[in-house]
């Protein structure tokens, strides 16, 4: 009916408009139920580390800028060039420690290959940003801890891992003497399902187990 309308009406508007019910009344008669929806995205790198900072991330705005660390170029023959300052994923201030987290939607947490795990570039730059901390702000050297925050299935996983958040290890550099805590940096896995469910909530008990979690690499035997 609607197409016989459309067919024989030259008024521009009735057009359009018969045009219009007819793509809602198709769309109505493919739609399936809601439960077979998906979505998704090629990006889930920038998901990972938006929900992480969510979570944890509780230093924002200028007092998180304040702690990027930055350059200038002193140029000889023309003025000064400040360069664009390296920016930590997320900053974690809890029970008075500083905790940087740096989210990587990596998988070693779901494959046996080491090679997926952080780089030296990686590992370098958190040491630089915990040492703008250290000297710059002059924080208790015992009280700023780094991290790699990186996901896995707690189901079944291979680790033997019973809860949403654990530790897999630390990554050090081989140029530095590592006597600071924030050369140490602590490798964190957490439950994907979990954080996707949970990241907004912002939990209070969710900081406290990630804080327990990183500093238990200086605890253990």
Same mark, same amino acid.
């Given at each position: 009916?609607?197409?016989?309308?459309?067919?024989?009406?030259?008024?521009?508007?009735?057009?359009?408009?018969? =045009?219009?019910?007819?793509?809602?009344?198709?769309?109505? *008669? $493919?739609?399936?139920?809601?439960?077979?929806?998906?979505? =998704?995205?090629?990006?889930?790198?920038?998901?990972?580390?938006?929900?992480?900072?969510?979570?944890?991330?509780?230093?924002?705005?200028?007092?998180?800028?304040?702690?990027?660390?930055?350059?200038?170029?002193?140029?000889?023959?023309?003025?000064?060039?400040?360069?664009?300052?390296?920016?930590?994923?997320?900053?974690?201030?809890?029970?008075?420690?500083?905790?940087?987290?740096?989210?990587?939607?990596?998988?070693?947490?779901?494959?046996?290959?080491? $090679?997926?795990?952080?780089?030296?570039?990686?590992?370098?730059? $958190?040491?630089?940003?915990?040492?703008?901390?250290?000297?710059?702000?002059?924080?208790?050297?015992?009280?700023?801890?780094?991290?790699?925050?990186?996901?896995?299935?707690?189901?079944?996983?291979?680790?033997?891992?019973?809860?949403?958040? *654990?530790?897999?290890?630390?990554?050090?550099?081989?140029?530095?003497?590592?006597?600071?805590?924030?050369?140490?940096? $602590?490798?964190?896995?957490?439950?994907?399902?979990?954080?996707?469910?949970?990241?907004?909530?912002?939990?209070?008990?969710?900081?406290?187990?990630?804080?327990?979690?990183?500093?238990? =690499?200086?605890?253990?035997?």
């Amino acid at each position: 009916m609607l197409n016989s309308k459309i067919s024989s009406t030259f008024n521009d508007k009735k057009k359009k408009l018969f =045009g219009a019910m007819l793509e809602i009344i198709m769309e109505e *008669g $493919q739609r399936t139920s809601a439960s077979n929806f998906r979505f =998704g995205t090629n990006t889930f790198s920038s998901v990972w580390e938006k929900m992480v900072d969510k979570a944890f991330g509780n230093i924002t705005g200028a007092a998180k800028k304040d702690m990027f660390p930055r350059a200038t170029w002193n140029l000889e023959f023309e003025t000064d060039i400040k360069k664009d300052p390296l920016e930590p994923d997320s900053l974690m201030d809890y029970a008075d420690k500083i905790y940087v987290l740096d989210s990587k939607y990596y998988t070693y947490g779901h494959t046996n290959s080491k $090679q997926t795990l952080p780089a030296t570039a990686d590992i370098n730059k $958190q040491i630089t940003y915990a040492e703008v901390l250290d000297n710059k702000h002059d924080k208790d050297v015992n009280s700023i801890f780094n991290a790699f925050i990186m996901p896995f299935d707690m189901e079944g996983n291979r680790f033997g891992l019973t809860a949403p958040i *654990g530790r897999i290890g630390e990554a050090v550099g081989e140029w530095r003497l590592n006597t600071k805590n924030y050369e140490k940096i $602590q490798g964190i896995v957490i439950d994907t399902r979990y954080l996707m469910y949970n990241y907004w909530r912002k939990s209070a008990a969710d900081k406290e187990a990630l804080a327990n979690c990183i500093e238990s =690499g200086f605890t253990t035997p």
